[in-house]
C-alpha cells in the first residue's frame, strides 16, 4: 500500500493550492484519510481528516480555509486550501488508516509535499 501525493508549491497570501493523495496497492478498506502538516523547528500536526462515514474533522486554524473531501471509488482525498497564509508553510503528508489483504488496520503516510506561502 501506498500514497502518493501532489499539489504542494509556492503561493503568495491570499492564494489557493490543492493537494490531493491517491492510495494505492492492495486495499481492501481505508477507515480515515487525511492530511498533517509540519513546520520547521515544529512538531507535526492534524490538519484535516475525513473517515470513511464522512466524518471530517480541521484543526482550529484552518476552519473556513480549508476543505477535505474524499473519493472512495478512487481511494483519493483531496485538500483544497484557500486564502492562504505565511503561517501555512510547511510540509504536507497524507495519511490513511488501511486495510490490505490482512485483517490488520495499519497507518500509512505518504511523501511530503511542501506548500509555501509568501507574505
Known amino acids: 500500500v501506498q500514497l502518493q501525493a501532489s499539489g504542494g508549491g509556492l503561493v503568495q497570501a491570499g492564494g489557493s493550492l490543492r493537494l490531493r493523495c491517491v492510495a494505492s496497492?492492495?486495499?481492501?478498506?481505508?477507515?480515515?484519510l487525511g492530511w498533517y502538516r509540519q513546520a520547521p523547528g515544529k512538531q507535526r500536526e492534524l490538519v484535516a481528516v475525513?473517515?470513511?462515514?464522512?466524518?471530517?474533522n480541521y484543526a482550529d486554524s484552518v476552519k473556513g480555509r480549508f476543505t477535505i473531501s474524499r473519493d472512495n471509488a478512487k481511494n483519493t482525498v483531496t485538500l483544497q486550501m484557500d486564502n492562504l497564509k505565511p503561517e501555512d508553510t510547511a510540509v504536507y503528508y497524507c495519511n490513511g488508516d488501511i486495510r490490505g489483504r490482512s485483517t490488520a488496520w495499519y497507518n500509512y503516510w505518504g511523501q511530503g509535499t511542501q506548500v509555501t506561502v509568501s507574505s
Open positions: 496497492g492492495s486495499i481492501f478498506s481505508i477507515r480515515a
Open positions: 475525513v473517515t470513511s462515514d464522512g466524518s471530517i
